[in-house]
T-cell receptor
């Protein structure tokens, strides 16, 4: 089944404890991206990757890191999480550009 | 900052009625426009795309685009309770690197 898989679905952590949210797609898509969704603010792009080893900042990259060592994986790293990073995170992929995005199931992160 | 604006709703319509969802965008150079649907607790899914001025129909859904007015709309005919969801308008940025999403309009269809 073609899908974008994110893990974990739910995560509660404490301020400053490094964490990684994994994202993997099995559709051989070139483009991958991370969004966060907050009430009243909608979906905002954190980082994106047009291809392996090519990543760039989106609109809200502060406090986040990404890497794209393989085409299928695009992990999101929070080196020192803070409470303002409490949010619903979505990974998405697309064949070549972000016109048709396939979203993962989301990761609800709470930073205490 | 390029923006995509939508009324947050909720928009309430009775079953069988036409639901009309509207969106405006600030970047006059935008060329590609999309409607995503997001059920509560789920991830967004693409339902329509439109690139040219005019109407594009797909089943009960019609997307309308007016680039001169920087306006995109989505009409849902014969609305069903299963259409109750949040509808997200999205615009591809000129660099082609990101979809810029509106905050979404919540639609409620009552039976």
């Amino acid at each position: 089944e073609a899908q974008v898989t994110q893990n974990p679905r739910y995560l509660i952590t404490v301020t400053g404890k490094k964490l990684t949210v994994t994202c993997s797609q099995n559709m051989n898509h070139e483009y991958m991206s991370w969004y966060r969704q907050d009430p009243g603010l909608g979906l905002r792009q954190i980082y994106y990757s047009m291809n392996v080893e090519v990543t760039d900042k989106g609109d809200v990259p502060e406090g986040y890191k990404v890497s794209r060592k393989e085409k299928r994986n695009f992990p999101l790293i929070l080196e020192s999480p803070s409470p303002n990073q409490t949010s619903l995170y979505f990974c998405a992929s697309s064949p070549a550009n972000p016109r048709v995005l396939f979203f993962g199931s989301g990761t609800q992160l709470s930073v205490l | 900052q390029k923006e995509v604006e939508q009324n947050s709703g909720p928009l309430s319509v009775p079953e069988g009625a036409i639901a009309s969802l509207n969106c405006t965008y600030s970047d006059r150079g935008s060329q590609s426009f999309f409607w995503y649907r997001q059920y509560s607790g789920k991830s967004p899914e693409l339902i329509m795309s439109i690139y040219s001025n005019g109407d594009k129909e797909d089943g009960r859904f019609t997307a309308q685009l007016n680039k001169a007015s920087q306006y995109v709309s989505l009409l849902i005919r014969d609305s069903q309770p299963s259409d109750s969801a949040t509808y997200l308008c999205a615009v591809l940025n000129q660099a082609g690197t990101a979809l810029i999403f509106g905050k979404g309009t919540t639609l409620s269809v009552s039976s």
